[in-house]
């Protein structure tokens, strides 16, 4: 999730990244699956891995540590414990007996603030930590006019069935084709898609595809899609979180698993496909295009067709 970052200076950490690497092969996890839910580039991931770049922004430290699924703690440098500071002998005061007098006031200024402490921690207390988590995968990019996947895992600290709600605003002129679980209610008007579901783990995942309604030729289909939306958990406050990870999907006349765009879907694509985007299988997707054009010499994009043309 998980902890949610409040806007604020940006606070820098030193992340250990020998300890990233070893934690990303121990399970199986790819420099692509980290980039995207951490929303940065693999070559931003491989610096770090590397210690080209040991300090990284403390909102990124914390996405990197949920898509490893530890503690922040856990990739962090260790710091050399301080030096104990030397403790300063202590002065010696004279004792004298206060006045009555004062010593009324005194007693009358402690009963002031003791009836006045429920009060001063209702107005300076700290708001109770976020405790669910959000983040968005998207493909690296789309072709206009094809569906395409995204997957949204929401992870809370919460023990026990819970309810919550999941809202995802679509691109203008997109609408969802399928999902799992299916959604609750699509606003065509506003692009609002949204389920409402009741789980029992702590990791609750939805996928869903979506498809622009109308694909015009010639026209200017390359603009970027840019997503947003939000998870509200039912907790003692009704934790909510703005949905973290991709953002932004380019539009490219390649294949969503292309991630090098060479026109071709190489062995280590498909194999990180297969991986990063196994919750498809939910959906029942069909994979056998992807697998037809890794099996093939390669493809290109026909516009007027709106298909992909496998070289054999």
Do not use: C
């Amino acid at each position: 999730m998980s902890e949610q970052t409040y806007p604020g200076p940006s606070q820098m950490v030193k992340i250990d990244g020998s300890r990233v690497r070893s934690l990303r092969e121990a399970k199986g996890l790819t420099q692509l699956y980290i980039a995207t839910v951490v929303g940065v580039t693999t070559d931003t991931i491989s610096r770090w891995e590397n210690k080209r770049y040991p300090s990284i922004k403390e909102e990124n430290g914390r996405k990197l540590a949920h898509a490893l699924e530890v503690s922040l703690a856990d990739i962090l440098e260790k710091e050399e414990v301080a030096s104990k500071p030397e403790t300063t002998p202590a002065l010696t005061v004279s004792r004298s007996r206060a006045p009555k007098s004062n010593r009324i006031l005194l007693w009358l200024l402690l009963l002031i603030i003791v009836l006045l402490l429920p009060f001063i921690w209702e107005r300076f207390k700290q708001p109770a930590p976020v405790s669910i988590f959000a983040a968005r995968l998207l493909p690296p990019h789309i072709p206009a006019g094809q569906p395409f996947p995204v997957i949204i895992q929401v992870t809370t600290k919460q023990q026990g069935p819970f309810s919550l709600i999941l809202k995802e605003t679509l691109p203008e002129g997109f609408q969802p084709t399928t999902s799992a679980p299916p959604f609750t209610d699509f606003d065509k008007k506003t692009g609002n898609l949204k389920w409402i579901s009741r789980t029992t783990g702590q990791t609750t995942t939805f996928v869903y595809m979506a498809k622009k309604l109308a694909y015009k030729p010639g026209a200017a289909n390359d603009t970027p899609l840019r997503f947003s939306g939000s998870v509200t958990l039912r907790d003692k406050k009704s934790s909510e979180t703005s949905i973290a990870g991709s953002l932004v999907l380019p539009v490219a006349d390649y294949h969503w698993a292309d991630a090098n765009r060479d026109n071709r879907i190489e062995d280590a694509e498909i194999l990180a496909v297969y991986d990063t985007f196994s919750a498809l299988d939910s959906i029942k997707y069909d994979w056998q295009k992807i697998d037809e054009i890794w099996s093939g010499e390669g493809y290109y994009w026909d516009e007027k067709k709106q298909q992909y043309i496998i070289r054999r």
